[in-house]
């Protein structure tokens, strides 16, 4: 359609729809940006180390989500042959903008930024600046180049400040 600019069209999605939107960026080329927020575990936070939601507590509220043969890593999330990461860097070299809620203590906000930061080492090798510094305080965005992360301040929802950061980082790289 002559009317969009696939140049500017992103998924973004919250909680189980930031899980999804970040899976669909992954494998999907055809969008510019990927922006999962607060999607925490299975989602852009670490498994391994994870704090709040963790692999028992997801597959015990929804085991429809995964394959079934996922359950042995329960308690055992050292054991993985891999870590959300790299579900993170699959988006490269297009525009990935992480975004948590500062009171989202389920979603792990630490966990989503350290994901981030790993899974830059892929952009890097497309040429991205290094993603490196202090995780930003409230109501801040850290970018560099196409791999950004931001921190509302607040719980688990998505709002205009999650949008405002996507859109500006989209705007910066074209």
């Not at 607060?38 to 989602?43: F, K, L, N, R, Y």
């Not at 963790?54 to 429809?64: E, K, R």
Request: proline residues 5%.
């Amino acid at each position: 359609i002559a009317e969009i600019d696939e140049k500017r069209v992103a998924v973004a999605g919250h909680s189980r729809c930031g899980k999804a939107a970040l899976w669909c960026g992954a494998l999907d080329e055809r969008f510019a940006a990927v922006m999962p927020n607060g999607s925490g575990c299975c989602g852009a936070a670490l498994s391994r180390g994870k704090t709040g939601e963790n692999l028992a507590s997801i597959q015990a509220f929804f085991p429809h989500w995964f394959a079934p043969a996922f359950r042995q890593y329960i308690g055992r999330e050292s054991e993985l042959p891999f870590d959300q990461h790299f579900l993170l860097a699959a988006v490269a070299p297009r525009v990935l903008q992480v975004g948590s809620g500062s009171e989202d203590a389920w979603a792990d906000p630490n966990g989503e930024y350290q994901a981030t930061c790993l899974a830059s080492k892929v952009w890097e090798l497309y040429g991205n600046k290094p993603f490196f510094g202090e995780k930003p305080g409230e109501d801040e965005m850290v970018v560099s180049g196409k791999v950004g992360y931001h921190l509302r301040k607040g719980p688990h929802k998505l709002d205009v400040f999650d949008w405002t950061c996507l859109a500006r980082h989209m705007m910066s790289e074209t």
